[in-house]
């Protein structure tokens, strides 16, 4: 494979290490519930947590030189979850965007929003349309919200407009391409994510684009989300600082050999 597969236990955090600083970063938010399990505190309260983590992420990445963060912050399995906690799931985005929306405009950051919104709370869909509105020229950071999201989905709606476009007689389906797959996902004027991590421990990607993922590095850190913070941010950036990248061609010393 080409990606590296890794889990960090104990690295030091960065001190500027000024290089190979990733441009967009994935980050899948895991372990919520088990922070708040062994603390003897109900799930709720690892979600409450979580979203200080969130801030924190923010602040790193602009601090840190990200251009674009992508967090996952509610997948479409996730609707499988019991009510009770899917109502207070949607009650802290409510409130993260209207008590944290006039900060992140002031910090220049643009808000994006990812996933379908067909048959979300119309308070929801309200929100969202007025983050993306409202930070749409912001150009420090770009923070992508992966809500009501799923890389099957995804990929799966991409080549169904396709399909009607060749229906229509307006595309050659001989003309369908990796690039043209592209264009049509929702992350289609965005770069491809050089470094995914994910909290916990857990080592799966959980529908997390999947399509765009193709080359990414992959770090897996052993704190659960809520116990995230900027030296955990540094120490994932540092692992992905010491890999070479080759997008499946050569390392120069090798290509010299012909080994």
């Known amino acids: 494979m080409h990606d590296k597969v890794e889990t ?6 960065a001190a500027g ?23 003897g505190l109900p799930r709720m309260e690892g979600h409450r947590r979580g979203v200080e983590s969130v801030r924190r992420a923010v602040r790193a990445a602009i601090d840190l030189g990200v251009s674009y963060l992508t967090i ?4 479409t399995e996730n609707w499988s979850r019991p009510p009770q906690e899917v109502s207070f ?3 802290l985005l409510k409130r993260f965007i209207r008590n944290d929306l006039a900060e992140l405009h002031a910090n220049g950051v643009r808000v994006r929003v990812i ?7 119309p308070e929801i869909t309200a929100l969202l349309n007025e983050a993306e509105v409202l930070t749409r020229l912001n150009k420090r950071l770009t923070l992508v919200v992966a809500f009501n999201y799923g890389g099957r989905q995804e990929i799966a709606d991409a080549a169904r407009r396709l399909a009607m476009r060749a229906a229509a007689g307006e595309l050659d389906p001989a003309h369908i391409s990796p690039e043209a797959i592209r264009a049509e996902l929702d992350t289609s004027d965005m770069p491809d994510p050089d470094l995914i991590i994910r909290t916990s421990g857990e080592q799966r990607l959980s529908n997390f684009l999947l399509w765009q993922a193709a080359y990414a590095e992959f770090v897996f850190l052993p704190q659960h989300w809520p116990d995230f913070d900027r030296a955990a941010f540094e120490s994932a950036l540092v692992v992905y600082s010491s890999r070479e990248r080759r997008f499946g061609g050569l390392r120069p010393e090798a290509e010299k050999t012909g080994s």
């Not at 960090?8 to 955090?13: L, R, S």
């Not at 994935?26 to 372990?31: L, N, Q, V």
């Not at 996933?115 to 709370?121: F, I, K, T, V």
């Open 8 to 13: 960090v236990t104990a690295i030091p955090p």
């Open 17 to 39: 290490w000024g290089r190979a600083t990733p441009r967009h970063v994935g980050i899948i938010m895991d372990g919520n519930g088990r922070w708040a399990a062994a603390r």
């Open 72 to 75: 996952y912050s509610f997948s």
């Open 89 to 91: 799931l949607m009650g």
């Open 115 to 121: 996933g379908s919104r067909e048959g979300l709370d």
